[in-house]
């Protein structure tokens, strides 16, 4: 359970962990496919406990940078970041792999 209300303070009563820094995110961390099920079957044996997920201001940003090498516009960002679809990390992902920038940025690598 998060540690933290709607605007990022400290939830009042009854948590027993510590509160959450700003760029992590309280979500449940669920395998998507049979790559994460390996995973984190073998962190369980290692007795290595995953990180928590990163926010969604973190994942954009690194998602921007990691795929097309520049950061979101504002607007990118903030229609992002309003989106309350599940599997839109998923879907920002599908979207930036088909912008040439994409092409660009990995032809120079």
Known sequence: MCCRD???G???????RAPLPVFES?????????IDELVLANLKRLGI???????????????Y??????LPTSQEASQFLADRDPNKRGALIDRLLGRDEFADYWAMK
């Open 6 to 8: 709607a605007a990022g």
């Open 10 to 16: 400290a939830a009042d009563g009854g948590c027993d």
């Open 26 to 34: 309280p979500a449940n961390l669920t395998p998507q496919g049979k």
């Open 49 to 63: 406990p995953p990180a928590n997920l990163c926010s969604d201001a973190v994942f954009l940003r690194r998602a």
């Open 65 to 70: 940078l990691d795929v097309i090498g520049t």
